[in-house]
């Protein structure tokens, strides 16, 4: 049959219509390259915004056994994300924290014990294995109906005038406002965006691993200060808690190589078997530390977030913590723009996120770093100065009080 010229131009526009849709990007407002907790909750506390939110992250098993101490906020964002009933029954209480200076050096520090209930909470926080923490996150992501998840890997970021453009390795094409990056410490996104990065190892290591006990932890987690760094007993549910132990590299190797029963003894004797005879379980991790800040949190349509803008040691449990923060940061942010009719990537509003959190990783990573150089120093006045800080929060109530509310949250936060 033959078509009328109408018919045929129709055809034709339908032709084009389709060849062009197929080449300009899927658009959004807000993608988010990376999945690790900090980027899944992002995604998440983004797209609950009604910003339309696309998650470019590969849905692989969380393998490793780490565990992270979530506290304040981070509780808090994640029952506002519908998170936390998920995995909470996973989760063990952390009701006491003491720090037991265990150096054995001619200046000591006293014992500092920290008891929630003194500032009216049940608990400072809870401590979970990261894998359960992921399953509750990726299940909620799943639910969301404007987060349309990319099971792929970003190859290209590219910033523009109106919009940044990420492709990926599958070959699809995205574009949005503003990109995300949840990238981890070798951050594609913090690249593309020309921002740099200050580093600086420290001579330290941490091994990680989980252990049964003998007698139960009662929601006690203690902190031992040792010449080489802090070895942290934080409880998991049951009778099981997770070791953080810091040391020089080679006594970190040494006790990675070390056999289960050597290294239950190992750490048994550490302990000063508070909690009586340990049995190591599968799995354990090692890794050297370093402090790292970004020039900037943000630049050409790229907000960093995670460890894609900063990574601290894992003393005082603020990494992930600081990662979460910044999530429930950029979605307020996201936000508010959108409310305001405002380019949510546009300059202005990432200097706003800058601002934001800014304060808060800087004061952070400045209190870890002298938490550890007091404690690594040899030298008495720094011993001293150490010994007397830790009497003055231990003894006086306010100023104990105080260190805890600001360790669960930053104070400015509040204000």
């Not at 000591?108 to 400072?124: H, N, T, Y």
């Not at 890794?287 to 995670?306: D, H, N, T, W």
């Not at 929060?393 to 936060?413: D, T, Y």
Request: aromatic fraction near 4%; charge should be negative; include cysteine.
């Amino acid at each position: 049959m033959f078509q009328s010229g109408l018919e045929i131009g129709a055809a034709t526009d339908d032709c084009l219509a389709m060849t062009q849709s197929l080449l300009e990007p899927n658009s959004y407002d807000v993608i988010v390259v990376g999945g690790g907790p900090a980027g899944l909750a992002a995604a998440i506390a983004v797209a609950e915004t009604g910003a339309l939110t696309a998650l470019i992250a590969r849905k692989v098993p969380y393998a490793d056994n780490r565990t992270t101490a979530l506290l304040g906020d981070s509780i808090d964002l994640l029952e506002k994300l519908d998170v936390w009933r998920r995995c909470a029954g996973k989760a063990a209480a952390l009701r006491t924290m003491r720090l037991v200076d265990d150096t054995h050096r001619l200046i000591r520090a006293p014992e500092v014990r920290f008891a929630s209930d003194e500032i009216g909470m049940d608990a400072f926080g809870f401590n979970i294995e990261n894998r359960n923490l992921m399953v509750a996150l990726e299940e909620r992501a799943a639910e969301v109906a404007n987060l349309d998840r990319f099971d792929d890997e970003a190859e290209s970021v590219a910033p523009g005038d109106e919009a940044a453009v990420v492709r990926t390795r599958q070959g699809h094409t995205l574009s949005a406002a503003l990109v995300i990056g949840a990238d981890g410490r070798t951050s594609q996104c913090r690249q593309a965006a020309g921002i740099t990065v200050s580093s600086r190892a420290l001579n330290q290591s941490a091994l990680t691993f989980n252990v049964a006990t003998a007698r139960p932890h009662h929601n006690v987690s203690t902190e031992f200060h040792t010449p080489e760094g802090p070895c942290v007993f934080v409880p998991l549910p049951g009778r099981r808690m997770s070791i953080v132990w810091v040391a020089a590299p080679k006594e970190a190797q040494r006790l990675m190589a070390l056999g289960d029963d050597e290294l239950a003894a190992a750490a048994e004797k550490q302990s000063h078997s508070i909690v009586g005879r340990l049995s190591v379980e599968p799995g354990r991790n090692l890794f050297p530390l370093a402090i790292e800040k970004p020039s900037a949190y943000g630049r050409r349509r790229i907000v960093l977030v995670g460890e894609a803008a900063h990574v601290v040691p894992p003393i005082g449990a603020q990494g992930l913590n600081m990662g979460l923060r910044d999530a429930g940061d950029i979605a307020g942010i996201v936000e508010d723009a959108m409310a305001r009719d405002q380019d949510p990537g546009s300059d202005t509003v990432i200097a706003r996120f800058g601002r934001a959190r800014g304060a808060d990783v800087a004061s952070r990573t400045f209190a870890i770093d002298i938490a550890n150089r007091t404690l690594l120093s040899d030298l008495l006045p720094a011993q001293a100065a150490r010994a007397v800080g830790m009497q003055l929060i231990g003894s006086v109530g306010p100023l104990r009080r105080l260190a805890m509310r600001e360790g669960l949250s930053p104070f400015w936060r509040s204000l």
